[in-house]
């Protein structure tokens, strides 16, 4: 495998001023629905790609930045939603600083969305609400593990599991009181679609008092 000769070339779509929607979550949504679509020329997407992955960047504050992967649960009242443990690291960081960074990469399509915003934490009733909506061992995972922490061994994690089904074998699982969510509300969207010769599509939303503004940055 030879890093440097690794290249795709894009040609799969464009991005226009004209056929770019005004609101850039109505623009969201569409690009969404396409990448869970798949694209015409590769095909439906394959069931182990999770086309609502995102990539959630979060710093502190002393400007340290750390990123990992999250998933989108939601898109209500114009936030992204998405759930974790507040505890862990990405919480502690939006604690001290709630300016985060959503990034999505759509390789099948070409395409990748960026987004700003800030995060803040979701209701309790709507956390729980979710966390009954997901299956069984889903809840007892987010039980089990206090995210972000050490732990000595797999073992302890695979015991406390066990406890945990033995307690709750026939009740309900109760939503951890440091588990929710996070919805980010958007000052900022990038749009970027793969063109040819690496002249790629970039359009942005930047937040003007009421209105979005769309500018095209150079690729
Ligand atoms: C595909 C994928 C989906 C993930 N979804 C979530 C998620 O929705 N919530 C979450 O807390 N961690 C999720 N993780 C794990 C995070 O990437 C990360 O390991 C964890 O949240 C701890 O991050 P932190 O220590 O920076 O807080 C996911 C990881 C992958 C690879």
Redesign the pocket.
Known sequence: MSLDEMRQSYKLGRLEEKDIAADPLVQFRTWLAEAIQGSPAQGPLPDWV?AN?MTLS?SDGQGRV?S????L?GLEDDQFW????YQ????GQIRSNPNVSLCFLWPHVQRQVRIEGTAAQASREQSVRYFRSRPRDSQLGALVSQ??TVVDSRGVLEKRLEELKNRYADKEIPCPDDWGGYRVSPSRFEFWQGRDSRLHDRLCYRQQGSQWIVERLCP
């Open positions: 999770e992955a979060t750390s990992r992967i999250v998933l649960k998405f759930y974790t443990n862990s690291h990405k919480a995210q972000s």
